[in-house]
């Protein structure tokens, strides 16, 4: 049978067909908007009255105009949406860069206050490992070796003393000034060694800080021997460094003209008048770079060309063989109404190479912005 004969007969079926005579195109609608789910078109068969009729027809034919009239819209705005895409520049205030040389003071200057601290710092050395200082600097002058805890009793291993741990043994530890066994009370804090083990040993290293006039202790224990005693220098380090006047410790520092070797700002040369003068307890004389108090510096080209570029002379040469095991700068960009933050947050640089940093222009709910340039370092040893 086909298609158009199975749908006639289906509607025979359901259709009051009175007769041989086949469905009229009136009693076809008549039955579809008997049967249809839309409201209109069932309103108008059943309603009684020319003027209902007329006013369902009406509604019905408004709400399917309404329809195609909203598809028609959709179909036109899909293939007629436009983009428009703006492209500005403007100038953004540049950030505030510090630059440190790792270590402080230069060593000629200095080693005349540490030769106390050093004498007994070279015998402590010896003691543990039979070496006095390493020997892989340009300057050393020759030493002859002589026998730890030679000469006056020693100062500073009294103010804090040096002990060795056995291994597993935290209550007790051999004193490294008189030999003897001492007992060791409070918190015990282990540190990893950052630096290379010289040997093997089952013995741990260590210094006990106790609080003036208290019984609260806290001892420090290390891995590395030769660590434990240079952070037990630093300690003392720091106490006579903090005696001397600021002003004799700036002179005994790094001038910006004897860190600064070239300085490039926006293809501009600069110089050691663009820097202002920072001095850290840690790291001596710092220089920042577009200080607010000095001058503000603005860019607006992205890129390392047109961001800040120097080259710094290290002098490795002067640095404190007990003090620090590596050579290089610490470098930190960040705002010009920040403190920088060096020892925390500060980026270390390595002698003889190229480093770049780059910062990305970053705005939040307090609309706070970062830059979004390349600033290279080239640190080297010249």
Not at 60 to 66: E, G, K, Q, S, Y
Not at 258 to 276: I, M, P, Q, W, Y
Request: hydrophobic residues 35%; glycine residues 6%.
């Amino acid at each position: 049978m086909a298609p158009g004969e199975k749908i006639k007969a289906k509607i025979k079926k359901n259709l009051p067909v009175r007769g041989p005579q086949a469905p009229t195109i009136k009693e076809l609608m008549r039955w579809y908007c008997l049967k249809t789910n839309t409201h209109g078109c069932r309103r108008i068969v059943v309603s009684r009255g020319r003027l209902r009729r007329l006013l369902w027809i009406v509604f019905t034919l408004t709400a399917v105009a309404l329809i195609f009239w909203q598809c028609a819209l959709l179909v036109l705005s899909f293939y007629t949406v436009s983009v428009s895409i703006k492209i500005h520049f403007q100038k953004l205030d540049f950030p505030a860069v510090t630059i440190c040389n790792i270590n402080p003071y230069k060593y000629s200057a200095v080693k005349p206050l540490l030769a106390d601290l050093e004498q007994e710092t070279k015998a402590a050395l010896k003691t543990l490992y039979g070496f006095s200082e390493i020997k892989s600097r340009k300057r050393r002058e020759a030493e002859p070796c002589s026998s730890a805890w030679e000469g006056p009793q020693p100062k500073f291993l009294h103010l804090i003393p040096l002990m060795v741990f056995d291994e597993g043994e935290t209550s007790k530890a051999t004193d490294f000034l008189t030999g003897q066994k001492r007992k060791v009370s409070g918190s015990i804090i282990h540190k990893a060694a950052d630096v290379m083990h010289v040997q093997e040993s089952k013995e741990v290293v260590g210094f006990q800080l106790c609080s003036n006039g208290t019984s609260h202790c806290a001892t420090y224990t290390f891995s590395s021997g030769v660590n434990a005693i240079q952070e037990w220098y630093k300690l003392h380090y720091m106490n006579i460094m903090a005696q001397v006047p600021l002003e004799k410790k700036i002179n005994m520092s790094y001038s910006a003209e004897e860190l600064l070797v070239t300085c490039f700002f926006d293809g501009v040369s600069c110089d050691a008048r663009n820097f202002t003068l920072f001095h850290h307890p840690m790291y001596g004389n710092c220089y920042t770079f577009n200080n607010k108090e000095n001058e503000t510096h603005s860019t607006s080209m992205g890129g390392s060309e047109y961001g800040l570029q120097v080259i710094l002379y290290i002098n490795e040469e002067e640095y404190n063989p007990f003090l620090v095991s590596s050579t290089g700068a610490k470098v930190i960009v960040h705002r010009q109404d920040e403190y920088p933050f060096i020892e925390d947050v500060g980026t270390e640089i390595e002698t003889a190479m190229a480093t770049s940093i780059g910062m990305h222009l970053v705005r939040g709910q307090s609309d706070f912005c970062r830059l979004s340039e390349k600033h290279r370092f080239f640190p080297g040893n010249q």
